[in-house]
């Protein structure tokens, strides 16, 4: 039985919902976790487990577009707190008696496991693209860079890296291992079906798509755009897990943002993806470059009503790519991650 600290970025809801299913696991093996967190995996995570609030660094989003500027100013102004949040973190790993630290993208617990001299264990996506060989679009390697910068600062130096991929990947690094997405239980229990819904979800509100979508001849479920109610052909909801879940597995296909929790979960229930990636978050270009390379799906950068028709009219053929994806549940890094507590508590 291991003391773990265990660390979630809490922007956007991917980081928490993955944390959450590596928590529960660690949980029933009886060790001890202490979780820190900030904005939505604060929110997410602490109604099943006892969640400290620490300071978060924070993308600014304008009109589906990240702003680097924005972001610089943002973070530098708060700096003071988040070395007040590293300081009270170290002590209260002295008092927890941590012998394990584990990230999910959050610098903060991982700089205090290198100032404490504690193992540390990064589970996600993000180091795909720093520590993985995979094929990568040719375009945009402004952002690319941006975003290898940002993911060497957030968990440098790990001692392991677990990364999770929906497509193969090898890793470059002896320290690196390549699993399957991580996908929530509840997703793994579903039983998809086909209804006449398209599910549409955004990170920051675009008025300019739902205009887009009022031109189209479908029925959408839109998650995303701060309002509630129907518009036309389009039926807006407010976030919640439970019935974005069920809008999900029952909708015939999806037009979202390319986060990689959502792909992940739209793959395994194999549901067609019209990919609109943030602006110049490379992440998201990486997932929709890879959606539509593997036939899965459909990726612009600036979507037309054109394109939505397209992608709907060819619904039959992604459809029949997504019956040879490879569905696998999350025993593989769990047992890893078993293993290596295992030796680093033994």
């Not at 589970?123 to 290898?148: E, F, S, V, W």
């Not at 940002?150 to 440098?156: A, D, E, G, N």
């Not at 619904?315 to 569905?327: F, G, H, I, T």
């Amino acid at each position: 039985m291991a003391n773990i600290l265990y660390g979630v970025n809490g922007e956007g809801a991917g980081h928490s919902t993955r944390a959450k299913e590596v928590l529960s696991h660690l949980r029933d093996q009886g060790h001890n976790l202490h979780v820190v967190s900030f904005d939505r995996g604060l929110r997410n995570l602490s109604a099943d487990f006892d969640v400290t609030e620490i300071h978060g660094f924070r993308f600014a989003y304008v009109n589906n577009r990240v702003r680097y500027q924005r972001t610089l100013a943002k973070n530098l102004i708060t700096a003071p707190r988040a070395a007040r949040s590293i300081r009270r973190l170290a002590r209260l790993t002295e008092e927890w008696k941590t012998e394990v630290v584990i990230t999910d993208f959050e610098p903060l617990s991982c700089h205090v496991g290198h100032r404490k001299r504690l193992p540390i264990i990064s589970i996600d996506n993000q180091h795909g693209l720093t520590n993985t060989d995979i094929p990568r679009p040719h375009t945009d390697r402004r952002d690319m860079a941006a975003t290898k910068l940002v993911t060497r600062l957030m968990t440098p130096r790990a001692d392991v890296y677990l990364v999770t991929s929906f497509l193969p990947a090898r890793p470059r690094r002896r320290n690196t291992f390549v699993f399957p997405p991580i996908v929530r239980r509840e997703v793994l229990a579903t039983k998809p079906s086909q209804g006449e819904h398209v599910l549409v979800y955004v990170t920051s509100p675009s008025a300019d798509l739902i205009k887009l979508l009022g031109k189209v001849r479908c029925k959408f479920i839109a998650y995303g755009f701060g309002q509630a109610g129907r518009q036309g052909n389009i039926l807006f909801k407010k976030p919640g897990m439970d019935e974005f879940l069920r809008d999900l597995a029952g909708c015939k296909a999806i037009i979202a943002n390319a986060g990689f929790s959502l792909v992940s979960e739209a793959l395994y229930l194999g549901k067609p993806y019209l990919a609109v990636p943030v602006k110049h978050q490379f992440e998201q270009i990486l997932n929709a470059y890879h959606l539509e390379k593997s036939g899965y799906g459909a990726y612009w950068k600036d979507l037309k009503k054109e394109h939505v028709d397209s992608f709907l009219f060819n619904l039959a053929v992604y459809e029949d790519n997504l019956k040879s994806y490879p569905r696998e549940g999350n025993g593989a890094l769990l047992a890893k991650l078993d293993s290596l507590i295992d030796t680093e508590i033994g």
